[in-house]
């Protein structure tokens, strides 16, 4: 049986991997909104997240100072797909979401949505740095929400988001929560 975050992985995977799959190698050194990335390190970047959070999703330590330019392997695009498959799995057992994260000290269901976060909103960074259209699923942006009511303050802390940016009244959920990241979703390059 499913967890709720491999519920939340699963709706959010398909726009980001589709995304990442429709990039030419011609992008990659393009600007992406997510100001300390080009394209390539996001796609690095969201590859080792895949990866990391497999071991988190078990109970294991991880190491991110490990970087790898996943890009520059062959069929680097396939292999993306299939760690992010891989990724919806092991947040599949139950156990997943039990107890503490080892280094992290938070509770293994928010590690689990900062994963899930890592999908929407780099798939999003990504899509739009390559102007494609991105618009991932419901519940992954309402659960998303709930992430930054608790998680927000300390994120914008630690580094990992920005200061919130204003959204237009009319403008959607997913730019509210963009907005709440230190995303403009009216970013251009």
């Not at 995304?19 to 990659?28: F, P």
Request: contains cysteine; negative net charge.
């Amino acid at each position: 049986m499913p967890t709720k975050t491999s519920e939340l992985l699963a709706a959010a995977a398909p726009g980001t991997v589709a995304s990442v799959r429709a990039i030419g190698d011609d992008q990659l050194d393009l600007p992406t909104p997510c100001a300390e990335y080009t394209v390539r390190g996001l796609i690095n970047h969201v590859y080792d997240v895949a990866v990391n959070f497999q071991r988190l999703a078990a109970g294991r330590e991880t190491d991110w100072s490990v970087k790898t330019d996943h890009v520059a392997e062959p069929g680097w695009r396939d292999r993306f797909a299939a760690e992010v498959e891989q990724l919806v799995v092991a947040w599949g057992d139950p156990a997943s979401e039990e107890g503490v994260a080892p280094a992290m000290g938070l509770p293994r269901s928010m590690v689990g949505l900062m994963g899930v976060a890592d999908l929407v909103v780099h798939g999003w960074d990504l899509a739009r740095a390559t102007g494609q259209s991105y618009q991932p699923a419901g519940e992954s942006i309402a659960a998303l929400h709930g992430f930054m009511d608790e998680m927000g303050p300390m994120g914008r802390q630690m580094g990992a988001f920005g200061a919130e940016v204003p959204v237009e009244a009319d403008g959607t959920e997913l730019d509210r929560l963009l907005g709440r990241t230190g995303r403009d979703p009216a970013w251009t390059s």
